[in-house]
């Protein structure tokens, strides 16, 4: 029989997940929420400092002569631009130009990177590997991960670690250590915020959760589940594969295959780097000929919406978490696009959407009308497609 | 610019160099790289000694007749058909004639005609097939495919339902199951189950013989290798198959292309997967609009190309083309007196036997009953040796080399007592100097084994069967592409209809 797995905090976050929801997530038990309502662990990501337990996260170490010129080969990033100590986001596509998966790419020195993905990706990155001198090895089960999330996290963190991360700047990584523990450092996350992501040795991983957790008692650190992250990350306007995407890999049917472009990540594509890259000749035509779908963020109207809900005699009612399933978009009475994840946001005080739309709805400013259920009724609430992200403070670069 | 050229070919074997001669007589300029210091590929008739001189790999074949038509080549038409023997122990040998076959089987021999009648069929449709270009399956077809595909499609209407229900029945079936439905004698069963496993790494029970026996008939013309005849009066010349090549060679320079030996390919320089040029062994550069390489597909591909140009999917598919040679050559020359008759004598005498030579094979094993296909031109006796896999279990070709020569040796002297005695010098061609002498990856003789997973549209890999790669202006023309395998050139003829 197959049993998930669970993470090398699972001692530490099963403790604390009082209403035992658990989520699966690439093989393992992760905690959904801690708590019976979000909030606090929404807020944490926004105001102080959040914990979150992202070990499943796929990682694989790509070590070799050839480890940059595999990674240029797969990726659409320009890898051989990439400095030892930089992190860069990047998706990957089939020869088609279709996203597989989408990860980050940090170069841990001239010859070694860790890629992160979403699915398993070892039969791809080999079959990229041909001919090449490179070894590709799965690190998921060895390293653990905390994504530390929130404005508060670099006073918590320059608490506990041996240099300071003051000069850290966003999608770079140091070397460092906590307690004497050696860890890796990286300026990134999921959540659009300041946040660091934290890489370890399994055996650390109960020691580095108890030292943030006691270092970080006074700037509110909390334990944080996957379903406040995903409520943060669709304010940063990321998305999230098998929610917001399909991989070209499983996909049925080729329309639910969707390109970088589509996707929003015209600035990952390197059209002008240097040789073959998987995917290179379609992105280029698509590039020339422009892209028929795109994701772009979609707002609610709250005022057309309240109006929906009053025909019935209630107040508007928008779910307490982000909701993955599918809705329609309308144009007129024609369907135009569909939002893949969409949630309210506390923050903004909106109810958000990524939205797929056709051209051109997706242009910024376009009005559209999104589904919604009224009292077991199908709904058309007003809502304008806007830019993403739809929430980027100051600080998450700075 | 001297070094730019419209085409360049690489390898000068017969597709290479009909190729290369339809597009010279169009007026490219042309130049054909040869990476030995004599041309002809695996068509090549060279000595290895004084009076020791043979068709070193391909030992029969003729090019198609259009072809020979379309480029004045002064091959004369081969008029007598040679005997097709099979050696029995007594000395009773079986020709594959009707009088022949009587003394095995009255009612086999009943049945020869019909049986010669439905291959000579099978074979004309295949032919057809091959003539047509593939269209590149699953993508979508072109008009051109659809046009090219509809011809073949009146072309096959004409052959008759029967006779098509017949071939398409046929292609799937193993060589045994084929001749058991005409012949009730072991021995010539055996004989024409042999032919259909000529150059396969495949038992005679194998399912998709059928379509090898099919395939060896039209490139033979029946069972028999047919040997190059002589151009009238050059009579002093060692004939063989060499001359296909020669003559090839002379139309295209006569139409103005150039050729030059001794220039091995080192790689296929390409800019944003569009093939630019080559570079030599010796480092030097050529450069041209198109780029065709009859070598076989995986060396042009993994090792000219090299996979970090290729897309994954198609790296993973090159990779699995199956090439599995297992021929081993050995070439004789006597004094004369060996004692075997003209024509193409085979070792083969039961099905079963066949099968068992194959077998070793399968385990990496050389066999030690083995399947022998013997042609002579005066002095010189070339011997077909199979099973001898490229791949050898716990040893190599290295220590392995003898024990072939000897196998096959003895295996034959035991119908011609007088063939040890007679023999003055010998030359060994095992699967690794097919390799490296002869550039066929792994010993793949055909580019490529010929089974149904690897034919029509799926030939040489799936996606791919009209010549083109995903490298623009790079083609494919050798063997390995649809229509090849075998000494007809319709491979090399085809992809000049693509270049247009």
Same mark, same amino acid.
């Given at each position: 029989? $197959?049993?998930?797995? *669970?993470?090398? $905090?699972?001692?530490? *976050?099963?403790?604390?997940?009082?209403?035992?929801?658990?989520?699966?997530?690439?093989?393992?038990?992760?905690?959904?929420?801690?708590?019976?309502?979000l909030d606090r662990e929404y807020w944490a990501i926004r105001n102080a400092a959040a914990l979150i337990d992202v070990s499943p996260l796929?990682?694989?170490?790509?070590?070799g002569k050839d480890a940059a010129n595999l990674l240029h080969r797969v990726t659409t990033r320009?890898?051989?631009?990439m400095k030892v100590g930089q992190v860069a986001y990047t998706g990957w596509c089939d020869e088609e130009g279709k996203m597989i998966d989408d990860g980050t790419v940090s170069r841990l020195d001239e010859t070694t990177f860790r890629l992160t993905a979403a699915e398993p990706n070892l039969r791809w990155l080999s079959m990229n590997a041909v001919g090449m001198e490179v070894e590709i090895t799965e690190v998921t089960d060895e390293v653990a991960a905390l994504s530390f999330q929130g404005p508060n996290t670099r006073k918590v963190l320059n608490k506990v670690t041996e240099s300071p991360v003051d000069e850290l700047k966003y999608f770079r990584l140091m070397k460092n250590k906590i307690k004497g523990i050696e860890v890796t450092i990286s300026r990134t996350g999921y959540t659009g915020d300041l946040g660091y992501e934290i890489w370890?040795?399994?055996?650390?991983?109960l020691k580095i959760w108890d030292t943030l957790m006691e270092a970080g008692a006074d700037y509110g650190i909390t334990p944080v589940g996957i379903l406040a992250m995903d409520m943060a990350r669709v304010e940063a306007g990321l998305f999230m594969l098998d929610v917001d995407y399909t991989s070209a890999t499983h996909a049925w049917i080729e329309p639910q295959k969707s390109s970088p472009f589509e996707l929003g990540l015209d600035w990952t594509v390197a059209l002008d780097k240097q040789g073959y890259f998987v995917g290179r000749r379609a992105l280029e035509k698509e590039k020339r000929e422009g892209s028929v779908w795109k994701m772009v963020g979609l707002e609610v109207d709250w005022v057309g919406m309240e109006k929906l809900f009053k025909q019935v005699g209630l107040p508007p009612q928008i779910p307490g978490m982000a909701v993955r399933g599918s809705l329609p978009i309308l144009s007129g009475n024609v369907q135009v696009g569909y939002a893949s994840t969409s949630t309210w946001s506390p923050l903004l005080k909106k109810y958000i959407a990524l939205a797929h739309l056709q051209k051109p709805y997706f242009e910024v400013g376009?009005?559209?009308?999104?589904?919604?259920?009224?009292?077991?009724?199908?709904q058309h609430a007003p809502a304008k497609v806007v830019k993403l992200p739809f929430y980027e403070p100051e600080w998450k670069k700075k | 610019m001297t070094n730019h050229y419209n085409t360049i070919i690489i390898g000068t074997g017969h597709n290479g160099l009909v190729a290369a001669a339809y597009l010279a007589k169009q007026g490219k300029k042309v130049l054909v790289l040869e990476r030995r210091s004599i041309i002809g590929g695996s068509v090549v008739t060279e000595s290895f000694g004084e009076n020791f001189t043979v068709d070193s790999v391909q030992t029969g074949g003729t090019l198609r007749p259009d072809i020979i038509k379309d480029l004045k080549l002064s091959l004369p038409t081969v008029t007598q058909k040679p005997d097709f023997i099979s050696l029995q122990p007594d000395g009773?040998?079986?020709?594959?004639?009707?009088?022949?076959?009587?003394?095995?089987?009255?009612?086999?021999?009943?049945?020869?005609?019909?049986?010669v009648r439905f291959m000579d069929k099978a074979a004309s449709i295949l032919d057809a097939a091959y003539a047509t270009i593939m269209p590149r399956l699953p993508k979508n077809m072109s008009l051109r495919d659809g046009y090219g595909l509809l011809e073949l499609g009146l072309e096959l209407r004409l052959a008759g339902r029967k006779d098509m229900l017949n071939f398409i029945r046929a292609l799937p079936m193993s060589a045994q199951e084929l001749v058991e439905e005409y012949f009730e004698s072991e021995v010539v069963r055996a004989a024409i189950a042999s032919v259909a496993i000529h150059n396969s790494t495949l038992g005679p029970m194998s399912a998709g013989t059928g379509y090898t026996l099919i395939h060896n008939w039209l490139n033979r013309g029946g069972l028999a290798l047919t040997p190059t005849p002589l151009p009238e009066g050059e009579g002093q010349r060692v004939k063989g198959i060499g001359e296909i090549t020669n003559a090839l060679a002379n139309a295209v320079k006569s139409f103005g292309g150039e050729i030059r030996t001794e220039a091995e390919v080192k790689n296929i320089k390409i800019e944003n997967q569009i093939a630019k040029g080559v570079v030599l062994a010796n480092g030097e550069e050529i450069s041209a609009d198109v780029i065709l390489s009859s070598a076989d597909p995986k060396h042009t591909l993994l090792k000219l190309v090299g996979a970090q140009d290729l897309p994954p999917e198609f790296v993973w598919h090159t990779q699995s083309i199956k090439m599995r040679g297992a021929v081993a050559k050995i070439h004789l020359q006597t004094n004369g007196n060996h004692g075997i008759p003209e024509g193409t004598c085979v070792v083969a005498p039961s099905v079963k036997y066949l099968e068992k030579a194959y077998d070793s094979a399968k385990y990496g094993e050389i066999s030690e009953k083995l399947y022998l296909e013997v042609t002579t031109s005066e002095n010189t006796v070339s011997i077909h040796f199979q099973f001898a896999p490229y791949e050898l279990k716990n040893s190599s070709w290295q220590v392995e080399g003898s024990k072939v020569e000897k196998l096959a040796i003895d295996t034959l002297a035991v119908y011609f007592p007088n063939l040890k005695s007679s023999i003055v010098n010998r030359k060994l061609i095992t699967p690794k100097d097919l390799e490296e002498t002869y550039g066929l990856t792994e010993g793949g003789i055909n580019h490529g084994q010929l089974m149904l997973d690897q034919f029509l549209f799926m030939r040489p890999i799936p996606g791919w069967s009209n010549h083109k790669t995903p490298i623009d202006n790079l083609y494919?023309?050798?063997?390995?592409?649809?229509?090849?395998?075998?000494?007809?050139?319709?491979?090399?003829?085809?992809?000049?209809?693509v270049l247009k």
């Open positions: 029989m $197959f049993n998930l797995k *669970t993470t090398p $905090f699972h001692e530490r *976050t099963s403790a604390l997940c009082q209403p035992q929801n658990w989520r699966k997530w690439a093989g393992y038990f992760v905690v959904g929420s801690y708590e019976h309502v796929i990682k694989y170490i790509i070590k320009d890898i051989h631009k370890m040795d399994n055996k650390d991983a376009t009005d559209v009308r999104m589904e919604i259920t009224v009292e077991h009724h199908r | 009773n040998h079986l020709i594959l004639n009707e009088e022949s076959i009587k003394r095995f089987s009255e009612k086999d021999a009943s049945r020869w005609g019909e049986f494919l023309c050798g063997s390995g592409v649809h229509g090849g395998g075998g000494v007809s050139g319709v491979s090399g003829r085809n992809v000049v209809k």
